[in-house]
């Protein structure tokens, strides 16, 4: 019977995992090509790295490998890659930081999913938190109490960041359908997929320039491979606050890095935003009760 081995430090491996996820908008930005190539090679790399490391581990061949659940996670690539794709076209169309912000919107569309088409409960709390999230965005965004103009691809921008974050809690869903089925698995089902959807529509034609294949190497391998073991490797061992504070070093990489790299510093107003969101991330994903409320009766 097969051990599973003590991991060390899952807390340092989230957070490294976080902060390399960070780096991801600039990666895509240096790649230089559409973002629907550089969904496709980030597929690509993504695949050799995954399918490598699950062989290496014993991962595969997967008993539970059933030609449902197949189908359950290639549906989930469909939404994983269509984020992934619609994500990028947000940093071109806004900024790193705008984008990885909005994105993190996620959380509450699994919520509203949740309760819309799975009729699951939701509480007085959670719905405080959810509008307090939303205010956040909309102030994030960029499109009100802005000192400067916004322009119809600014919009577009985040109505597409917007809608990634929207496919991508579809996809999670779909992943809870799966079982035990190993999180690397599914993941490398989603990257297969991928190629596969994107090989039509991405500019292959064009000669991708010699130093674009760093970037594009890393998206795949660092971004896709590394970050996500080192992710799924760390959740079962950490408590849920403890991953829910660790996540925004994700977004905080990202506001730096725009800021540093490409001279975007974050308004007032985008601040406030991201703060609301972070508190109501928080409030859901920990369970924060409103104050001044008396607790139900049991």
Excluded: N
């Excluded at 060390?8 to 989230?14: D, Q, S, V, Y």
């Amino acid at each position: 019977m097969k051990t599973t081995l003590p991991i060390r430090f899952p807390a340092g491996r989230l957070a490294l995992a976080m902060a390399v996820i960070g780096t991801v908008g600039a990666f895509a930005t240096e790649a230089g090509l559409d973002p629907i190539t550089t969904v496709f090679w980030r597929c690509v790399f993504g695949t050799l790295f995954l399918a490598a490391w699950c062989l290496l581990c014993g991962y595969l061949p997967h008993r539970g490998l059933s030609p449902a659940h197949l189908g359950l996670a290639a549906l989930g690539g469909v939404c994983m890659v269509l984020s992934w794709t619609a994500f990028f076209a947000g940093f071109t169309m806004t900024s790193i930081a705008t984008t990885t912000i909005v994105y993190h919107i996620q959380p509450f569309f699994v919520v509203l999913i949740g309760v819309t088409v799975l009729k699951e409960r939701i509480t007085l709390d959670q719905i405080v938190w959810m509008v307090t999230a939303f205010v956040g965005v909309a102030l994030a965004s960029g499109l009100v109490l802005s000192s400067r103009p916004v322009s119809m691809t600014w919009v577009l921008g985040i109505v597409l960041t917007l809608g990634a974050a929207l496919l991508y809690a579809v996809a999670t869903i779909l992943a809870k359908g799966l079982g035990e089925q190993r999180p690397e698995v599914t993941t490398l089902c989603q990257t297969i997929v991928g190629v596969g959807l994107l090989a039509p529509f991405a500019d292959l034609s064009r000669s991708v320039p010699l130093a674009s294949w760093g970037w594009l190497a890393g998206i795949g391998i660092l971004h896709t491979g590394v970050a996500y073991v080192l992710m799924y490797s760390a959740y079962p061992r950490l408590a849920t606050p403890v991953i829910g504070v660790l996540t925004f070093i994700y977004p905080l990489v990202a506001i730096l890095i725009d800021w540093f790299f490409y001279s975007h510093s974050l308004g007032v107003t985008q601040s406030a935003g991201m703060i609301l969101i972070a508190f109501g991330t928080l409030g859901v994903r920990l369970g924060w009760h409103l104050p001044l409320r008396r607790p139900s009766p049991v």
